[in-house]
C-alpha cells in the first residue's frame, strides 16, 4: 500500500509551518515532517533527507508548493529525478504538479525557475542595500563575535586555538581567521 508523506518547510525560526501541516494532512498525508531552515541547498535539511530516504516505489511525497521543496532548479531536478528512479510521485497541493506527464514536468520545472530566480532576486538586492550602506557609512558589517582582544591575549599566552575557542563560546575557524588577520 502507498504511504503519502508530506514535507513542510519554512525558512525563518519566527515563521509558523502549521497551516502547511494542516494542508497536507488535509490532502491526506499518514505522515507529515516539518523543519525550519533555508531552501536555497539541501544541505542541513534533515527532515527533507529522512522523508527522501524514507520514500518507497508507489508512495508519494506532497508539499504545498514546490518552493518548500527546493529553491534551486538543480536541487529541484535532482530530488524530482531520484523519487521518478525510485517509482515516487510527487504532488503539490497548491500547484497543478503532476510528474507523470510532459505538462506537469514542464510546469514543474518553471516552478522551480521562478522559485530560484525569486531567490536570486532577494540576494541581488540585499547585496544592492549593503552597497548602498556602506557607501553612506551606515553599514560596518555583522558584529564581531570574540572580544579581539581577549582571544590575542590567550593566544599570546600559548593557548591553542581549540582552547581559545572553547573558552570564548565561539567556532575553533573564527579564532584561526582572527589570529591570521592580526598577522598581516
Request: net charge positive; aromatic share 4%.
Amino acid at each position: 500500500m502507498a504511504t503519502i508523506i508530506g514535507y513542510a518547510r519554512v525558512s525563518t525560526t519566527d515563521q509558523d509551518v502549521s497551516i502547511q501541516e494542516a494542508a497536507l494532512r488535509a490532502a491526506g498525508c499518514s505522515i507529515v515532517r516539518a523543519e525550519k531552515v533555508s531552501g536555497t541547498s539541501t544541505e542541513g535539511r534533515e527532515e527533507l533527507n529522512t522523508v527522501l530516504q524514507f520514500l518507497r516505489a508507489g508512495d508519494v511525497l506532497v508539499v504545498t508548493r514546490i518552493d518548500r521543496l527546493a529553491r534551486s532548479i538543480r536541487d529541484l531536478q535532482n530530488i524530482v529525478h531520484d523519487l521518478k528512479a525510485r517509482g515516487v510521485s510527487l504532488r503539490a497541493t497548491e500547484q497543478p504538479i503532476d510528474t507523470s506527464t510532459a505538462a506537469g514536468k514542464c510546469f514543474l520545472d518553471m516552478l522551480g525557475v521562478f522559485a530560484e530566480f525569486e531567490t536570486n532576486l532577494r540576494r541581488e538586492r540585499q547585496l544592492e542595500g549593503i552597497a548602498k550602506a556602506k557607501a553612506e557609512g551606515i553599514y560596518k558589517g555583522r558584529k564581531p563575535s570574540i572580544d579581539r582582544e581577549r582571544a590575542l591575549a590567550l593566544h599570546a599566552a600559548g593557548k591553542g586555538a581549540t582552547e581559545i575557542a572553547n573558552e570564548l563560546g565561539c567556532h575553533r575557524m573564527s579564532v584561526y581567521r582572527l589570529i591570521e588577520g592580526a598577522r598581516q
